[in-house]
């Protein structure tokens, strides 16, 4: 290490030990600590990067007890191990201390709605009992680093509300037991690999606003357990995958605000769960499926900004659900809703039909496969 390093390291050091308000040695010295040393020199190390004085709550931090400090859960005969750490919404400002990555039996650590900024650290990656990761809602940066796909254990991974950069779905696909994954409003740029297909146990994955581009792949459709799906606002080309009605799970999907283009998959009418469906301000042609029809549970309809075409299938009629029906700016023709569903369309409270354009094309040479993109 060079001496520029070994001095800007010694200064940060040094104003931590200056700011510091617990004491590591003092506090995890006591004779009765119920915690073993490091895992100790750990939380305070937190407390003091992170100005814990001025935490909304930092109720008996420093005591011999580490269970009782607010938002500690320490398990086990002393010394005990720290199992859950929950300080989301305390006021914690400054960044995530490496040494974190110590508590090797943390099963749950939610720092979420802080001030915590710079990256996270790859230390975390050790953390291999983890099963639940919450950092949303701060000013993160930098990538996310690439040792978290260890975290084998892990169930629910919430990054959203950051600034982060780089990828993070490579990172991520290796993780069999995700069920959970929110990463929006950050600043990815990168295509969804087939590999997301691996994530078996994914039940709600919401990338809002993240620089996704390219195709949705169709190993998406392989997603057996997903139900709610939300991709708007970002960079996506192409045709949605023609199998998307094999999801037999999907409740919601929402892809609205990027450039999807092609006719509306016939399979998803298959989706009998299907209750809200957002793929307005996209590029989509064609008539809406006869199939759609059988989605009876449907209560949001978003598909206007398009250039679709015909009219609304018959068997919308039946659903008696529907609260949100938006079709504005395509190009059907007709009154849009066939006269025998009239009434069925007059009676939901919040609906838009008009004003519909006028399309010269009267024939579109694209015939998805029964999975092709």
Not at 255 to 273: A, D, I, K, V
Request: aromatic share 10%.
């Amino acid at each position: 290490m060079n001496c520029l390093k070994r001095s800007l390291l010694f200064l940060v050091f040094s104003v931590n030990v200056v700011q510091a308000s617990l004491d590591a040695s003092a506090v995890c010295s006591q004779a009765n600590m119920s915690v073993e040393f490091g895992e100790c020199w750990s939380l305070v190390n937190l407390y003091n990067i992170t100005d814990g004085d001025n935490w909304f709550d930092n109720s008996n931090w420093g005591t011999a007890n580490v269970d009782s400090w607010y938002g500690v859960t320490a398990v086990g005969i002393p010394p005990a191990n720290v199992w859950f750490l929950n300080l989301s919404s305390n006021n914690l400002n400054g960044i995530i201390p490496n040494n974190l990555g110590e508590l090797s039996q943390l099963i749950i650590l939610n720092l979420s709605d802080n001030d915590l900024y710079s990256y996270i650290p790859p230390e975390f990656g050790n953390l291999s009992e983890l099963e639940i990761l919450v950092l949303g809602d701060n000013h993160l940066d930098g990538q996310v680093p690439n040792s978290l796909a260890n975290l084998s254990k892990l169930e629910v991974l919430q990054l959203q509300n950051n600034q982060l950069t780089g990828t993070i779905m490579n990172t991520v696909t290796g993780m069999g037991a995700l069920t959970d994954l929110w990463v929006d409003n950050n600043k990815f740029i990168e295509a969804i690999p087939e590999s997301i297909g691996l994530l078996q146990s994914l039940e709600y994955f919401s990338a809002m606003n993240v620089g996704f581009y390219g195709r949705i792949p169709t190993g998406i459709t392989s997603l057996e357990k997903l139900e709610h799906l939300f991709l708007n606002n970002n960079e996506l080309t192409g045709k949605m995958p023609g199998c998307m009605g094999q999801m037999a799970a999907l409740k919601q999907i929402d892809l609205s605000h990027n450039q999807l283009s092609g006719r509306l998959p016939e399979s998803m009418g298959e989706l009998s769960e299907f209750n809200f469906i957002t793929l307005n301000h996209n590029d989509f042609f064609g008539p809406i499926p006869d199939s759609w029809g059988q989605m009876t549970l449907l209560q949001g309809f978003y598909l206007n900004n398009n250039r679709l075409t015909g009219m609304v299938p018959l068997g919308f009629g039946d659903m008696s659900l529907m609260n949100q029906f938006y079709l504005s700016g395509n190009d059907m023709t007709g009154g849009v809703i066939p006269d025998d569903i009239l009434s069925w369309y007059q009676q939901i409270p919040n609906k838009d039909i008009s004003p519909q354009g006028f399309t010269d094309e009267i024939f579109y040479a694209d015939f998805d496969g029964v999975c092709s993109l």
